[in-house]
């Protein structure tokens, strides 16, 4: 575990969620004790499809990508998890094995609770079990506006509205080197490959962004907003 990111207690680290910030001390205090703390390389895959659920697994710094392998093979990415997210929480509590894969895309850590320590806590600890319910509920809504967002949409909006996420929603800034491949880009936004190269550089043409590598600014950011709104 690199020294900086190490956390010595969860009861002192700036990393600590809402949801955790209302668990009782003494809880907290088993969660520190139980806990186990790993970092994770972009690319590194961090569960996978069809193993066996044992963790309850939060994201403290990174990226990561929520995948499933449709029934032709192919990748959907569902989700991207940031800092702060609990990883799996629609289907940690309802099903033995996991329904997607976790990625890294970016350098990552998260912080691994036995899971049979949750759900103890959670069985003896209504408030935080409410709260936790408050977090899937949020999880899911987010989850399904974003997917609404995106499928209503053209591929031009497509293209735009994923921009702008990253811009508004991960970065927070308008210049930026995106995480993810532009393979992984169509498996985010239901598209081809090739219609996702065709479009960013149909944009770079039209003065609207700017690319090199993975580097991208946004140039015009009011016409960017209005393909996503309109697109």
């Excluded at 996978?48 to 939060?58: C, H, L, P, T, V």
């Excluded at 691994?112 to 759900?119: Q, T």
């Excluded at 497509?158 to 929603?169: E, P, V």
């Amino acid at each position: 575990m690199n020294e900086e990111h190490k956390i010595p207690s969860c009861t002192t680290c700036s990393f600590k969620s809402f949801l955790f910030s209302n668990l009782k001390p003494k809880d907290l205090l088993r969660i520190n004790l139980s806990r186990q703390e790993k970092e994770f390389k972009p690319g590194s895959v961090i569960v996978k499809q069809g193993e066996k659920i044992s963790s309850f697994m939060y994201l403290r710094y990174g990226l990561l990508k929520i995948s499933i392998e449709r029934e032709d093979r192919r990748n959907q990415i569902i989700s991207i998890a940031r800092p702060l997210d609990f990883i799996g929480l629609l289907s940690v509590f309802s099903e033995p094995v996991y329904n997607y894969t976790v990625t890294a895309i970016e350098d990552s850590a998260l912080c691994f609770i036995d899971l049979d320590l949750m759900k103890d806590i959670i069985r003896n600890d209504g408030k935080f079990a409410l709260t936790l319910l408050k977090d899937m509920s949020s999880m899911n809504e987010t989850i399904m506006h974003n997917w609404l967002m995106i499928n209503r949409k053209n591929l031009r909006g497509r293209i735009a509205y994923i921009i702008l996420f990253f811009s508004d929603d991960i970065y927070k800034k308008d210049e930026y080197s995106i995480p993810i491949s532009r393979k992984e880009i169509a498996e985010l936004i239901n598209m081809r490959t090739e219609n996702v190269i065709r479009i960013l550089s149909e944009f770079r043409k039209d003065k609207i962004i700017e690319i090199e590598g993975k580097m991208i600014r946004i140039i015009n950011k009011g016409k960017l907003l209005r393909i996503a709104n309109f697109g």
